[in-house]
């Protein structure tokens, strides 16, 4: 298990495909899909695949991706946040989603403030930037919250017939 980091209630570790299960019920959630897309993964299988393809292949190019975010009072997975890079923004995306059970608690601001820390002081990151579907209101909060401002709207492959809210923090 490799941590990238650990605040008074979480730690955030490199996410494995042994997490299949979790990933599975997390890109099935009802707010996943409205928010963020239907991915494909209907099996442990498919998020074994989505896991190797997405965040562990992210890992390897890139030195970051998303990662698994676990209670230490549970010791389960309650969620994913981290560093993306797209090919479709110039920039390092910040990501998160939660699990139901997870949500108002506190745990995406916890883990976000984290990740961007770590952004910040590890990587050397000057700008991160987040995206983030107009009607998402509760992910438009936690941006600001931590920071970031309100850039542009637009549209990113492959559904460029969706509007996108484009969000910055730093430099």
């Given at each position: 298990m490799t941590i990238i980091v650990e605040t008074p209630r979480l730690i955030l570790r490199r996410l494995e495909e042994r997490d299949a299960a979790f990933v599975l019920t997390l890109v099935n959630d009802a707010d996943?899909?409205?928010?963020?897309?239907?991915?494909?993964?209907?099996?442990?299988?498919?998020?074994?695949?989505?896991?190797?393809?997405?965040?562990?292949?992210?890992?390897?190019?890139?030195?970051?991706?998303?990662?698994?975010?676990?209670s230490k009072a549970g010791g389960e997975a309650i969620g994913m946040c981290g560093l993306i890079k797209r090919d479709t923004l110039a920039d390092i995306d910040l990501g998160f989603a939660f699990l139901p059970q997870a949500r108002g608690g506190g745990y995406a601001y916890e883990a976000a403030s984290a990740t961007m820390t770590y952004a910040r002081e590890t990587l050397d990151l000057r700008r991160v930037v987040a995206i983030v579907s107009p009607g998402n209101a509760r992910s438009i909060g936690l941006l600001e919250k931590l920071g970031f401002r309100f850039e542009k709207s637009l549209r990113l492959p492959p559904k460029e017939d969706l509007e996108t809210l484009l969000y910055a923090a730093g430099d």
């Open positions: 996943w899909l409205k928010f963020i897309g239907d991915k494909g993964v209907r099996t442990l299988d498919d998020a074994r695949a989505y896991l190797r393809n997405g965040p562990i292949a992210m890992y390897a190019r890139h030195g970051h991706g998303l990662y698994c975010v676990d």
